[in-house]
């Protein structure tokens, strides 16, 4: 594939335009994150969508938070993680079945700086769909590139050897440490506990809750005939509103430029549809986007 970055289409009318294949890709995969989308249904005024003119701010914010963690699960990159940098601009719509759905434009930045250096933005249009209280919210996201692609990659394969040479069982305590301090050694095992959660806080995010990663625990890899890298651990989920800790257990298998697999168990999470207190979910990445 082509290692080009594409323009950011922009969201609503705009014509036909010819898809090159990254962003066909990206748009073609996003549709797993939308379920049963109806065709041709792009534009909100086709399907019952009523623009709402009164949406609270923190609509904007948890819609791009959900498109960061899909998009950083997406690009299965431990370097190139992102985080929310601001919200540009958005608009919201809902339909009868008080569904979301929310265009909006943001910025983000390294979830690393590089001390000293000054950090380029990425802006990034996403289109998010939240389906009532559900879970999961749909995501089209595209983003300006912010890092050369051969930077990443060579990034992503010095965390790649690093991770290799560590001696088994990895015996690191918590992450960070009781002094709220991690280790610069164990940053790379952290960005990719990143990289898997990502995944999991994307498929918990809803309309109201939304997760961050504070601690990570119990890591254990695995040897792999393909020379993957074949990682288990425990991260605690903090759900901001509710001030809920979640413990999930992630079990991810990584090799640099191919796609990520992760499968999770998390424990304690109020499921609305679903009696008992775990949930469960696995997914593969189905191929890199190239134009990240
Ligand atoms: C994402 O894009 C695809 C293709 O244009 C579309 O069918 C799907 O409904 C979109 N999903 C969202 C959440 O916008």
Same mark, same amino acid.
């Given at each position: 594939?082509?290692?080009?970055?594409?323009?950011?289409?922009?969201?609503?009318?705009g014509g036909?335009?010819?898809?090159?294949?990254?962003?066909?890709?990206?748009?073609l995969?996003?549709?797993?994150?939308?379920?049963?989308?109806p065709?041709?249904?792009?534009?909100?005024?086709?399907?019952?969508w009523?623009?709402?003119?009164e949406?609270?701010s923190?609509l904007?914010?948890q819609?791009?938070?959900?498109?960061?963690h899909?998009?950083?699960?997406?690009?299965?990159?431990?370097?190139?993680?992102?985080?929310?940098?601001?919200?540009?601009?958005?608009?919201?719509?809902?339909?009868?079945?008080?569904e979301? %759905?929310?265009d909006l434009?943001?910025?983000?930045?390294?979830?690393?700086?590089?001390?000293?250096?000054?950090?380029?933005l990425?802006?990034?249009s996403?289109?998010?769909?939240?389906?009532?209280?559900?879970?999961?919210?749909?995501?089209?996201?595209?983003?300006?590139?912010?890092?050369?692609?051969?930077?990443?990659?060579?990034?992503?394969y010095?965390?790649?050897?690093?991770?290799?040479?560590?001696k088994?069982?990895?015996?690191?305590?918590s992450?960070?440490?009781?002094?709220?301090?991690i280790?610069?050694?164990?940053?790379?095992?952290?960005?990719?506990?990143?990289l898997?959660?990502?995944?999991?806080?994307?498929e918990?995010?809803? %309309?109201?809750?939304h997760?961050?990663?504070? %601690?990570l625990?119990?890591v254990?890899?695995?040897?792999?005939?393909?020379?993957?890298?074949?990682?288990?651990?425990?991260?605690?989920?903090?759900?901001?509103?509710?001030?809920?800790?979640?413990?999930?257990?992630?079990?991810?298998?990584?090799?640099?430029?191919k796609?990520?697999?992760?499968?999770?168990?998390?424990?304690?999470?109020?499921?609305?549809?679903?009696?008992s207190?775990?949930?469960e979910?696995?997914?593969?990445?189905?191929?890199?986007?190239?134009?990240?």
């Amino acid at each position: 594939m082509q290692p080009r970055q594409q323009p950011l289409p922009a969201p609503g009318p705009g014509g036909p335009r010819p898809l090159t294949p990254p962003l066909a890709l990206l748009l073609l995969l996003a549709l797993r994150g939308a379920g049963a989308a109806p065709a041709g249904s792009w534009e909100p005024e086709d399907s019952g969508w009523v623009q709402d003119a009164e949406f609270p701010s923190r609509l904007l914010q948890q819609a791009a938070r959900a498109a960061l963690h899909f998009l950083n699960f997406r690009v299965g990159s431990p370097s190139a993680l992102r985080v929310l940098s601001s919200v540009q601009e958005g608009r919201a719509w809902v339909n009868s079945k008080k569904e979301s %759905q929310v265009d909006l434009v943001f910025t983000t930045e390294r979830y690393h700086p590089e001390e000293g250096e000054e950090e380029p933005l990425s802006k990034c249009s996403a289109r998010v769909i939240f389906k009532n209280e559900k879970p999961r919210p749909a995501i089209n996201v595209t983003c300006t590139r912010f890092m050369e692609k051969s930077e990443r990659q060579q990034a992503d394969y010095l965390l790649y050897k690093h991770m290799k040479q560590l001696k088994n069982p990895l015996d690191v305590g918590s992450i960070p440490d009781s002094y709220g301090h991690i280790d610069p050694s164990l940053r790379p095992m952290w960005d990719l506990a990143f990289l898997g959660s990502s995944y999991v806080m994307w498929e918990k995010t809803t %309309q109201f809750l939304h997760y961050y990663m504070v %601690q990570l625990s119990g890591v254990k890899q695995w040897k792999t005939d393909d020379n993957a890298i074949d990682f288990d651990y425990t991260v605690l989920l903090h759900e901001f509103s509710t001030q809920e800790i979640i413990p999930c257990r992630i079990h991810l298998v990584w090799y640099p430029g191919k796609p990520l697999k992760v499968k999770y168990h998390c424990q304690g999470l109020q499921a609305p549809e679903e009696a008992s207190g775990t949930e469960e979910g696995s997914a593969v990445a189905p191929t890199e986007l190239s134009n990240f």
